[in-house]
């Protein structure tokens, strides 16, 4: 009696979701995976192969490090102050106002408006003989004032920190707004049921349950201020400059794609950082427990 032939095994094929992941890995890794790659390599790479010296230029350049601290001074004062109106705003539209879809509208406008065309709106009330100075000679309140004067630092910061807020605090309402829809009412109903003041029930019933649309916003809107460069370019040219304004001129002004490679990785090593400071300071008590 011949012996039996052993079935051929099956082969294995890759279970459907990672089929239908596939195409977006790809694309992913064309689009971000490969320009990542050259990115670091033209930053570490000289005439004669591996090379800091792109390194070295780029910190002796004397903007460097104004750009940096400009970078972190507009995130520390526009990130908090953008966050404290649109949780205000998503309030107001929470409570039923009357005509408040009508305001939320009105709100998201800014949306619409490209980052250059709004620095250019808010160059029209900064300049020398803007809205702003013209309002304040009608006030009697002086004859002008050089808001953007590289001599005044202040002004530029605050020109630039109120064109931001108007830009983009649309964008952190929105996602507030859709966090505040999906918290059950039952919630806040029950809690004012038990006595809890609007204070009590925005702190212990609201925030934490809005606390992952916040982390998103804030993770998205950080990026986001890390690389501002159109509207401070409108308002202010390089005498306000910032990193990503100093990757411009380095790679468009200077042709000299290495140190503005280097300086790009330094803006994505600050929204790499700022990010995983957010992830681990709002997750969620699940998550931290999981990683003990």
Partial sequence: ???????????????????????????????????????????????????????????????????????????????????????GMALLLQSKLRLSG??????????????????????TVFTDRGYLNSLLSVLGLGDGFAWLSYQNESTMLLAVVMAEIWRSTSLVLIIVVAGLQVIPKEYDEAAQVFGATFWQRLRHVTLPLVKPSLQVALI?????????????????????????????????????????????????GISIATSAVYLRALRQPEAARGTR
Avoid: C
């Avoid at 459907?16 to 930053?43: K, N, R």
């Avoid at 990503?244 to 794609?257: A, R, S």
């Fill in 1 to 87: 009696m011949g012996s039996v032939s052993a079935a051929p095994r099956p082969r294995r094929r890759l279970p459907t979701p990672y089929l239908l992941l596939l195409p977006s890995v790809v694309l992913m890794a064309l689009l971000f995976g490969w320009p990542l790659v050259s990115g670091i390599a033209d930053a570490f790479t000289g005439p004669d192969g591996f090379t800091l010296a792109n390194w070295s230029r780029m910190l002796s350049e004397p903007n460097f490090p104004a750009a940096v601290r400009n970078t972190l001074l507009l995130i520390a004062v526009v990130i908090p102050l953008q966050f404290l109106l649109a949780l």
């Fill in 102 to 123: 009508l305001y939320f509208y009105i709100w998201a406008v800014p949306l619409a408006v490209s980052d250059l065309a709004a620095g250019l709106v808010w160059l």
């Fill in 220 to 268: 998205l809107r950080t990026i986001l201020a890390v690389q501002a460069f159109s509207v401070a370019q409108a308002l202010t040219g390089r005498n306000f400059p910032l990193l990503v304004g100093e990757t411009y001129e380095w790679f468009v002004t200077l042709q000299n794609p290495a140190v503005a490679s280097a300086v790009a990785l330094v803006v994505l």
